[in-house]
């Protein structure tokens, strides 16, 4: 018998983060072979063409400048107040909501899931998600006595499921009074893909019509962790016009980070911001995550959250960034662009890419098709449904002949 002292929902509790496996696989096949001889297609942050990690050069430069006192004191609990006033332009920009919105300020993208599974969710209810999710979002229910379960995004036509969604949420809003939804878009992780505005016309008729119900409440959790290399800055940002004017049971949280729209992936910056119509809704959305805050990492990253206010507050820099974050965002097009210009003539099936840093295969055997991979020196994600490949990561002379490649070990492994 194992020994064991931890409290009883601890127990057998392990990190076995299969993104961190592959990585660490790639790392050292690298180290083995070389590495112009390995593809490494695990990362999830933009890597150069030379595959150097990126970092925005006016964003280390404004960073870098920082005095002293600004890298090192704390912040409030809540966030820097002028880095929740321009982190609200950094993720409306020109498509700010009507109605009554607040910031708080949070330990990266995931900070802000965490708390809106802990404080609109009770012990034992569920959050829904679709059937390709980042696996975090589980993992973090998990440790939360929370469950997690998921609907099928894609219809057999490729467009988003609505029926299924709607299916879901009736299902679960017969046993719970809470709904917590998690929606990841534009440019979604592990796919690419984004919902388009009529999308998210049906998203928010179907979350109506469940408020409608009595006693229920609604709580959209909008992850928009990439969209910063989502396309065209306003255009992606027109759906948050459409969380104005919702019933006040519904609450519309933006999960925002500094991860990926300012490469600043490990200082761990980000906010989540509520939305409602009504102000009792926001008061009390700032009270208690600003309450689970303090509960769990006091506070955040400051020189982080003064980098994005002082950018955010001078239309110089900003234009720089907003420069820089194009370049990228082109660079990683091209590759996704190569890959599924090659996935359609080799015959290799792929979940529609809009765009974003991931690109998604389906497969019936996931972690046997990553293993053939790993013969040509090819290193990927498997996943529950597929195979994710992190265009971000590749430059474009190893994503030549991938998509083949990738098919080939699907054929040696599914046939």
């Known amino acids: 018998?194992?020994?064991?002292?931890?409290?009883?929902?601890?127990?057998?509790?392990?990190?076995?983060?299969?993104?961190?496996?592959?990585?660490?696989?790639?790392?050292?096949?690298?180290?083995?072979?070389?590495?112009?001889?390995?593809?490494?297609?695990?990362?999830?942050?933009?890597?150069?063409?030379?595959?150097?990690?990126?970092?925005?050069?006016?964003?280390?430069?404004?960073?870098?400048?920082?005095?002293?006192?600004?890298?090192?004191?704390?912040?409030?609990i809540s966030g820097l107040p002028e880095y929740l006033d321009c982190v609200l332009t950094a993720a409306f920009g020109q498509s700010r909501p009507e109605g009554y919105i607040a910031a708080v300020a949070t330990a990266g993208g995931t900070g802000g899931i965490h708390h809106a599974i802990w404080n609109y969710l009770d012990e034992g209810e569920t959050a829904?998600?679709?059937?390709?999710?980042?696996?975090?979002?589980?993992?973090?229910?998990?440790?939360?006595?929370?469950?997690?379960?998921?609907?099928?995004?894609?219809?057999?036509?490729?467009?988003?499921?609505?029926?299924?969604?709607?299916?879901?949420?009736?299902?679960l809003l017969a046993q719970q009074d809470n709904l917590l939804y998690l929606l990841n878009t534009p440019a979604h992780n592990p796919t690419g893909y984004s919902l388009s505005e009529e999308d998210m016309?049906?998203?928010?008729?179907?979350?109506?019509?469940?408020?409608?119900?009595?006693?229920?409440?609604?709580?959209?959790?909008?992850?928009?962790?990439?969209?910063?290399?989502?396309?065209?800055?306003e255009t992606v940002r027109k759906i948050f016009k459409k969380l104005g004017g919702l019933p006040a049971n519904i609450l519309a949280i933006i999960g925002y980070s500094m991860s990926k729209g300012f490469t600043m992936y490990g200082q761990r910056t980000g906010a989540m911001i509520g939305v409602s119509s009504d102000a009792d809704v926001i008061k009390e959305f700032t009270?208690?995550?600003?309450?689970?805050?303090?509960?769990?990492?006091?506070?955040?990253?400051?020189?982080?959250?003064?980098?994005?206010?002082?950018?955010?507050?001078?239309?110089?820099?900003?234009?720089?960034?907003?420069?820089?974050?194009?370049?990228?965002?082109?660079?990683?097009?091209?590759?996704?662009d190569l890959f599924t210009k090659e996935a359609k003539e080799c015959g290799l099936p792929m979940l529609p890419y809009v765009a974003g840093f991931f690109l998604s295969i389906p497969a019936k055997n996931p972690d046997a098709i990553c293993e053939k991979l790993h013969e040509d020196n090819i290193f990927a994600v498997p996943l529950a449904a597929g195979v994710?490949?992190?265009?971000?990561?590749?430059?474009l002379k190893k994503i030549a002949g991938m998509a083949a490649k990738v098919n080939a070990a699907m054929q040696a492994v599914e046939q």
Not at 146 to 160: A, H, Q
Not at 207 to 227: Q, R
Not at 300 to 328: F, G, H, K, W
Not at 388 to 395: E, F, L, M, S
Request: proline share 3%.
């Open 1 to 76: 018998m194992v020994m064991s002292i931890a409290a009883k929902h601890a127990k057998g509790k392990a990190a076995q983060d299969k993104i961190f496996g592959a990585n660490a696989a790639a790392v050292a096949a690298a180290a083995k072979y070389g590495k112009d001889a390995v593809t490494n297609a695990t990362i999830g942050a933009i890597l150069d063409e030379e595959e150097n990690l990126v970092c925005l050069p006016t964003v280390e430069k404004v960073y870098r400048s920082l005095k002293t006192n600004e890298l090192i004191a704390y912040a409030p």
């Open 128 to 171: 829904l998600c679709s059937d390709w999710y980042w696996g975090a979002y589980k993992v973090l229910c998990d440790d939360m006595g929370r469950k997690f379960t998921t609907y099928k995004m894609l219809d057999e036509n490729n467009k988003f499921n609505l029926p299924a969604l709607k299916a879901k949420i009736d299902e």
């Open 201 to 233: 016309d049906g998203v928010l008729s179907i979350l109506k019509e469940a408020a409608a119900k009595p006693g229920k409440n609604v709580v959209l959790f909008l992850d928009v962790a990439y969209i910063d290399y989502a396309g065209e800055k």
């Open 287 to 336: 009270d208690i995550n600003q309450y689970t805050s303090r509960a769990t990492w006091s506070n955040i990253n400051r020189p982080a959250m003064r980098t994005l206010a002082t950018i955010y507050s001078n239309p110089e820099l900003l234009e720089a960034v907003c420069q820089e974050r194009d370049y990228y965002y082109q660079m990683i097009k091209a590759r996704a």
């Open 388 to 395: 994710r490949i992190a265009v971000c990561a590749v430059p």
